[in-house]
């Protein structure tokens, strides 16, 4: 048990420190051909926090442990709305941008509404609904990127600039792959010990999946966003988050799909419920268009009686 559990914390640092060199490498490549910093944070910089769900939840599908597959995916979107939001309202209260109210918070709650109404038809996510939730994906970046460009002024993405990375293309482009290759190596690590742990400790691997492996695939976001707090410049912390719920859903499962059919438990169904009701919550205490310290604590209680539940 000791070796697993030692395993599985390899394997999360592994997939952080993967995640952060792929987004440097990835995101210095787009400054190099001069994409707009706004579109660069709403792209590469969210899906590169949600690299290290993509390859566990790929790899544990590919295993064939559907339990941690979804709940990884189920798991970080809560922690992500409950708990890492409220560590990050507690510093400073956060700026929620109209674009946020809009559209990113009703299409995170579309996507969580979206899953089960999938996967509840057939018992699992065929390559078919995979697609679906890809063309979801594809319509809201498209919508997400149309309305970046309305709001380059604005700049609400300036948290997330980088420091001028020295070396060229190539070197840029070895790095991301790099990164890369440390994201794939940690999750093949983390899935493993995380099975293991589930077997010895007699626990289903949807539980292994809800709780130890979400937490540690989520831990860029925490960075991310805990960071941003603490420079002061955490005005775009919620649509990070929000974004990353997003591509999660639609963009890892209806990926995974593609490649391999998910199958979808209905022990998920209270998940799911608890999942959605976050959203909803978020969208309450953010209606003022800031997020106070008194929504944060609000939050994380959820989080805490959610956790509980688990137990």
């Known amino acids: 048990m000791i070796t697993q559990i030692i395993l599985l914390?390899?394997?999360f640092v592994l997939l952080v420190k993967g995640a952060d060199?792929?987004?440097?490498g990835a995101a210095g490549i787009a400054d190099r051909f001069r994409i707009p910093q706004l579109v660069i944070g709403l792209t590469?910089?969210?899906?590169?926090?949600?690299?290290?769900?993509?390859?566990?939840s790929m790899t544990a599908a590919l295993k064939g442990s559907a339990g941690i597959t979804v709940g990884n995916v189920i798991g970080s979107n809560i922690f992500n709305t409950l708990a890492i939001l409220?560590?990050?309202?507690?510093?400073v209260p956060l700026a929620v941008a109209e674009n946020t109210l809009r559209l990113d918070i009703p299409c995170m709650?579309?996507?969580?509404?979206?899953?089960?109404?999938?996967?509840?038809?057939?018992?699992?996510?065929?390559?078919?609904?995979?697609m679906v939730l890809l063309a979801g994906f594809v319509v809201y970046l498209a919508c997400l990127l149309r309305m970046a460009k309305q709001e380059r002024g604005k700049d609400e993405c300036e948290v997330l600039k980088r420091e001028e990375e020295e070396g060229g293309v190539?070197?840029?482009?070895?790095?991301?792959?790099?990164g890369l290759f440390l994201i794939i190596l940690g999750s093949d690590i983390s899935v493993d010990a995380a099975v293991e742990i589930a077997e010895q400790m007699g626990v289903s691997e949807r539980v292994i999946g809800l709780t130890a492996v979400a937490v540690g695939t989520s831990l860029p976001e925490l960075v991310t966003s805990v960071s941003a707090a603490v420079k002061g410049k955490a005005d775009i912390a919620i649509g990070n988050i929000v974004g990353s719920n997003i591509f999660n859903i639609l963009f890892i499962v209806g990926i995974t799909a593609c490649i391999i059919p998910v199958p979808f438990l209905k022990d998920f169904i209270p998940d799911i419920l608890i999942l959605i009701m976050a959203?909803?919550?978020?969208?309450?205490?953010?209606?003022?268009?800031?997020?106070?310290?008194?929504?944060?604590v609000l939050l994380l209680t959820g989080y805490i009686i959610y956790f509980i539940y688990l137990v």
């Open 9 to 11: 914390a390899v394997g």
């Open 21 to 24: 060199i792929f987004v440097g």
């Open 44 to 56: 590469i910089v969210a899906m590169g926090t949600s690299a290290p769900e993509a390859a566990v």
């Open 86 to 91: 409220d560590l990050t309202a507690c510093i």
């Open 109 to 130: 709650l579309g996507a969580a509404i979206l899953l089960p109404g999938l996967g509840l038809t057939g018992g699992r996510i065929t390559p078919w609904e995979g």
């Open 170 to 178: 190539i070197k840029l482009a070895a790095l991301a792959v790099f």
């Open 279 to 296: 959203g909803i919550l978020l969208l309450i205490c953010a209606r003022k268009k800031k997020l106070t310290r008194v929504g944060g």
